[in-house]
């Protein structure tokens, strides 16, 4: 996960070594995707622009995939219209500087600073509402006489690229849709607490979360290719956001083996969706920020040594700028192993085979006051290779591009592919935030049901929708009975089948 960070103010300046634009004259510039720029008339409701990337990666570390996973970033662009597409009038560059200097960025480095990963540049902005953000990449093949960086850590395979954490460290082409044109899209949708509200006189943050570790696909040909997971909000570049501990419930101590932590907000159907999420450090310690202004849940998840499962903890409704403190989770006592949830997605385009991307995830009902419920996404794991058992990784997302692995009972002509998430074995643990102190739930013993999510978009489109209904879910093994998991265990889910996909 990356995080960009938008600094709107009425006259500040970076104080970093990245080169500033200041827009004083009495006409600035309007870009749109596409490159071209027009003049457009200044008024009086401008402020400075800000641009810089923060946060850590969720499937960084001696354990995951990827090593290294580079960007060259050339453009960020904002729009006030939520139905604008790349070629319309009116998109304002963010960063002007990129144009001449892109940058390559490192999403698995270090921060600079506190929160802040790389400055990106600087630009003026006409207040307005501000609905969509794009994040333009650089080709990996660009034209003759474009604008590149000075040094380029792909070593020959593009700009964009990934580093595998093997033995050679081998590099991997990142294979880009149309990022390099029309630009990575953040729509309305996504962007957290409504539109970026930029008035005169007045700084505005906007933060730009880049989940890499969600947005590659590992392509049957082995290649890799991005698929962008983004969000977007309004935020103060001061609040401290969100952070907390990992500990097993029995010593307090930090768990010795993978931890993730997701920070997460409920849509209107009473789902929680990811919108960042972070591995812990050495200490078992997180941290999420900058955050836009609000309330959101905390869960996580962990494997002890030979893969022990713990149980997801969740804390709800914690407010921006909160320290939680400790989070116990509950060791699966005696389980040999975390859960496995396994599937099939399949699409067609009526009559023939339709190729989609699909974002994956699994899903425990938990009860929250008031008497309501609510379904917590839990973080996917990656569970190491042990003495007696090989990796098993979660997959996703999911690219569905073949007809040659479908199941009996499948669709005619029909595309598929088969999904892996790991997963606790047991219920999770909840606790609802106070500032003056709160307590969490015993794990619920007795079954543990799960539902598994999938929305599907169109591959190559930068997140485009394909199918109608875009997303399904099932609570439902493959003998249409609930979807159960026991621990060390594969249980099958019931096929999820998109039938009108375009």
Not at 287 to 293: A, E, I, K, S, V
């Amino acid at each position: 996960m990356r995080t960009l960070l938008v600094s709107l103010t009425r006259a500040r300046y970076f104080q970093t070594a990245i080169l500033i634009v200041s827009l004083t004259s009495a006409a600035a510039l309007m870009v749109t995707c596409s490159g071209t720029t027009t003049p457009m008339q200044m008024n009086n409701a401008m402020g400075t622009v800000n641009v810089s990337m923060s946060d850590p990666p969720s499937c960084a570390g001696s354990s995951g995939t990827f090593a290294h996973v580079f960007i060259t970033v050339q453009s960020v662009m904002a729009h006030t219209s939520a139905t604008a597409d790349a070629n319309s009038a009116g998109w304002q560059e963010l960063a002007p500087q990129l144009a001449t200097q892109p940058m390559q960025i490192d999403l698995f480095s270090t921060a600079q600073t506190n929160c802040v990963l790389a400055q990106l540049g600087s630009a003026q902005l006409p207040a307005g509402s501000y609905q969509q953000i794009r994040l333009i990449l650089l080709s990996n093949t660009p034209s003759a006489g474009s604008a590149t960086p000075a040094t380029n850590a792909c070593a020959g395979n593009g700009f964009n690229c990934v580093v595998l954490n093997d033995s050679t460290g081998t590099i991997h082409e990142l294979q880009l849709s149309s990022q390099d044109e029309t630009g990575l899209k953040i729509p309305p949708g996504q962007i957290v607490g409504g539109p970026i509200q930029v008035t005169a006189g007045q700084s505005v943050d906007l933060n730009i979360d880049f989940n890499a570790c969600a947005s590659i696909i590992v392509q049957g040909n082995g290649r890799y290719r991005l698929k962008p997971t983004l969000t977007a909000g309004q935020v103060s570049p001061n609040n401290s956001g969100i952070s907390g501990q990992i500990v097993d419930s029995l010593t307090k101590a930090r768990i010795s083996g993978p931890v993730l932590v997701a920070i997460e907000q409920t849509d209107s159907t009473g789902i929680d969706r990811i919108l960042m999420e972070a591995s812990v450090d050495a200490n078992g310690n997180f941290r999420f920020c900058p955050l836009p202004t609000g309330t959101f849940d905390i869960v996580a998840v962990a494997l002890g040594p030979n893969n022990l499962p713990y149980n997801a903890t969740a804390v709800l409704n914690v407010p921006n700028g909160q320290s939680l403190g400790p989070i116990p989770l509950v060791a699966e006592t005696g389980a040999s192993g975390p859960a496995v949830l396994q599937g099939f997605v399949t699409a067609t385009a009526g009559t023939t085979p339709a190729q989609i991307d699909a974002a994956m995830a699994a899903l425990q009902t938990i009860s929250v006051p008031g008497g309501t419920t609510r379904q917590l996404s839990i973080p996917l794991e990656t569970a190491p290779a042990t003495p007696t058992s090989p990796a098993q990784a979660s997959t996703n997302p999911l690219a569905v591009a073949s007809n040659t692995a479908c199941p009996v009972g499948s669709p005619a002509n029909a595309n598929c592919a088969q999904y892996t998430l790991v997963v606790p074995a047991s219920n999770p643990s909840v606790g609802v935030f106070v500032a003056s102190g709160f307590t969490y739930s015993v794990p619920a013993s007795g079954d543990v049901l799960f539902s598994v999510d999938a929305v599907a978009t169109r591959p190559s489109s930068g997140g485009a929708s394909i199918c109608t209904p875009a997303e399904q879910m099932t609570s439902k093994d493959v003998n249409g009975q609930p979807l159960k998991v026991t621990p060390g265990t594969i249980t099958n889910a019931a096929e999820l089948d998109f039938s009108v996909c375009m």
